[in-house]
């Protein structure tokens, strides 16, 4: 059998050692120590399901949050576009830690790219596939 251990609160790459103890009916085995484990904390994954609308002439995001927080919550969003997918601008969303977004700024009639990424205390995760959408004129 495989069994697996999280250590909550660890710093990213902080070596910790761990020892394990068998027990059962008969009693304690001996103690297996392992050699020292950097902890392997990360950015989240990339939100999931991207979708975009145009409400009211603002285009608006609304998105699920990632599937892997990298083990630590998820303190922001921010929101990128373009209208290239090579020169990206972070969209001024403000800061928060809820799915979806108004995307303020945009020119009318113009094509836009929109990304996301969520911010945990790791740093920035992955983009999600951008989306595109076209204002109105």
């Given at each position: 059998?495989?069994?697996s ?31 020292k ?11 999931r ?18 599937s ?16 290239n997918?090579?020169?990206w ?6 800061f ?31 983009y ?10």
């Amino acid at each position: 059998n495989v069994l697996s251990l999280t250590l909550a609160g660890q710093t990213n790459g902080r070596k910790v050692q761990v020892s394990v103890v068998a027990v059962n009916e008969a009693g304690s085995g001996s103690a297996r120590v392992s050699g020292k484990v950097a902890a392997r904390l990360a950015a989240a994954s990339k939100p999931r399901a991207l979708s975009l609308a145009l409400v009211s002439g603002v285009v608006r995001g609304s998105w699920s949050a990632p599937s892997d927080d990298g083990g630590s919550a998820v303190l922001d969003y921010e929101v990128w576009y373009s209208t290239n997918k090579k020169s990206w601008t972070r969209a001024a969303d403000g800061f928060s830690a809820a799915p979806g977004s108004a995307v303020p700024g945009l020119a009318a009639g113009t094509k836009y790219w929109v990304r996301v990424r969520a911010v945990t205390t790791y740093g920035p995760g992955t983009y999600c596939a951008p989306v595109s959408i076209r204002t109105a004129a």
